[in-house]
């Protein structure tokens, strides 16, 4: 069997690619467990960016929907099922949010229902300007519910309602303006605008840009007298580590900062 979750690290970047193309790439029991799996032992390294992107002709459709059938078969109609499975990809959806590590999506076809919501979870995004992004379970009857929680933390209530409620797919552009991707780039263009995404990434003080990650996901839930308390003692502790102090050296002497390796 082909694995169906391929990792590559490479100068401090770890690259994920979902590889179900069969399926669309969706987000089977299989598929959970392979992320779940390398997240946690990306999580573990001293990597400094990981990259999630996907093989075949569409991003992510979003759950396996012949699994959740056949849950169906259970004495209580799947429920119990139904319920592990969408707290397993909400376990994943906040492994990603807690790693210490960017996660960059690189988007091309589509991504839609829980590959919106991956999409939605990651840090940042960049898609191919050919891209579409749609929450339309509606479509079939199934409001996509766990999907909105990510959607509604990058986009406006009532655009994330109308996707929601209407089933609508949204273009690469419209993604960039509503704020769910950071840059619509031609397909030819995607990759090597993905590299200088990560690679300037890479390249900053790995411990500042952890604790940024993690206080800028936590403040934005919080009240803003609670969120600039976090912040503050974010920028104190910042501060006391020893590099901090010599990339604010170097930059008063004109000189590149010496890190520690």
């Known amino acids: 069997m082909t694995d169906i979750l391929l990792r590559d690290d490479r100068d401090g970047i770890a ?5 179900d193309p069969g399926t669309l790439n969706a987000l089977s029991d299989e598929m959970l467990a392979a992320l779940a799996r390398q ?7 001293d990597l400094r960016v990981v990259i999630l992107r ?8 979003g759950h396996h929907l012949r699994q959740m059938q056949a849950m169906r078969q259970a004495d ?6 139904f319920a592990d499975l969408f707290d397993r990809c909400a376990a994943v ?9 960017p996660v960059i999506a690189r988007v091309h076809g589509l991504a839609t229902a829980a590959g919106c ?9 960049i898609a191919a300007e050919d891209a579409k992004f749609g929450v339309n379970g509606v479509d079939i009857g199934l409001f996509c519910s766990t999907p ?18 209407m089933g609508l797919m949204m ?10 991707v950071n840059r619509a780039v031609p397909a030819d263009a995607l990759d090597d605008c993905v590299a200088y995404y990560a690679g300037h990434l890479a390249r900053k003080l790995p411990g500042a840009v952890r604790v940024g990650k993690d206080i800028f996901h936590a403040q934005a839930e919080l009240p803003i007298d609670d969120a600039y308390a976090l912040a503050r003692d974010a920028m104190v502790a910042n501060l006391g580590d020893p590099d901090t102090a010599e990339g604010i050296q170097a930059f008063l002497e004109k000189r590149a900062p010496r890190w520690t390796p």
């Open 171 to 180: 273009s690469a552009e419209e993604a960039v303006t509503a704020g769910l």
């Open 117 to 125: 919501q991956l999409v939605a979870t990651c840090d940042l995004a």
């Open 39 to 45: 997240l946690s032992d990306i999580a573990a390294s």
């Open 15 to 19: 690259t994920l690619t979902l590889n």
């Open 93 to 101: 959806m906040a492994h990603i949010r807690n790693l210490p590590q």
């Open 54 to 61: 996907t093989a075949g002709r569409a991003f992510c459709a």
């Open 148 to 165: 909105m929680v990510a959607l509604t933390r990058n986009v406006g209530r009532k655009r994330a309602f109308e996707l929601l409620s």
């Open 76 to 81: 209580d109609g799947g429920a119990a099922a």
